[in-house]
């Protein structure tokens, strides 16, 4: 039993309503999730877990796409909760999910701020305190572009580097799924870039974009917008 199950959480976020799309991976030996929203979105991630008949007590790997807050903020609860998962991340993101290195998030953040008018300081100086108290967690797998394992009926790690240096997508080989995390995003229906304003390389991403067309895909799941499947290679095309 392979199966591939995407969350969605509705929260809102700074007045804004909003939706992310952590995906479930599951075999008979394995349960993994693949990002972990904000932070405090624990008894969210379980309700939706639940509402697709998984429980979360079965629990055995964490994968982090990258370590934003919106990707990471739930990590250290998890762990709590349920000690017995193993955190899985790209080798160049594991010293900020570990807090070994300040989060590049945070550092755009401080870098920008004495370029902002004043109206907008107070605002911007509240979000570096959230992003500072984001919590960091161990990780125990450290991955890399092209490792393979035989989970779920085989994933593969891929580099997708643009959004941020460390950022990994995962490929389903069984389904031809590629779980995007932020590489990209499906807005009013199309796919897109992420967000250009947090894309640390815009050129990397557009790189990381092309890669993906060696790939057979079937289906996106994008963090933000949920699946996508229509001309995939054709909609990735548009994007470089």
């Given amino acids: 039993m392979n199966r591939i199950v995407m969350l969605d959480i509705s929260f809102n976020f700074g007045g804004r309503n909003e939706v992310i799309y952590p995906v479930v991976l599951q075999d008979e ?3 993994m999730l693949i990002d972990c929203g904000y932070p405090n979105f624990l008894p969210l991630i379980e309700e939706a877990a639940k509402t697709k008949g998984i429980h979360m007590n079965t629990l055995t790997k964490i994968l982090v796409t990258h370590h934003d ?4 903020g739930s990590l250290a609860d998890l762990k709590r909760k349920y000690p017995q998962v193993q955190i899985l991340s790209s080798v160049e993101d594991e010293p900020f999910i570990s807090g070994k290195k300040e989060s590049l998030r945070l550092q755009q ?3 920008i701020y004495s370029t902002l008018p004043e109206e907008e300081k107070e605002q911007a100086r509240k979000f570096e305190q959230f992003l500072a108290s984001i919590e960091h967690t161990e990780v125990d797998i450290l991955l ?3 490792d393979s394992f035989p989970w779920f009926g085989g994933i593969e ?14 490929y389903h080989k069984e389904s031809k799924t590629l779980i995007a995390g932020d590489a990209v995003v499906v807005e009013n229906g199309e796919l ?8 640390l390389d815009m050129e990397e991403a557009k790189k990381s974009i092309q890669k993906l067309l060696h790939y057979e895909i079937d289906q996106l ?3 933000h917008g949920g699946v996508y499947d229509k001309k995939i290679k054709d909609s990735l095309s548009k994007l470089f």
């Fill in 29 to 31: 030996n394995d349960l």
């Fill in 69 to 72: 807050a919106d990707h990471m």
């Fill in 109 to 111: 953040a401080k870098a």
């Fill in 144 to 146: 890399k572009d092209g």
């Fill in 157 to 170: 790690i891929i580099a997708t580097p643009g959004h941020m240096p460390g950022h990994i997508s995962v």
């Fill in 192 to 199: 897109a870039i992420a967000n250009p304003q947090y894309t």
């Fill in 221 to 223: 799941i994008c963090y």
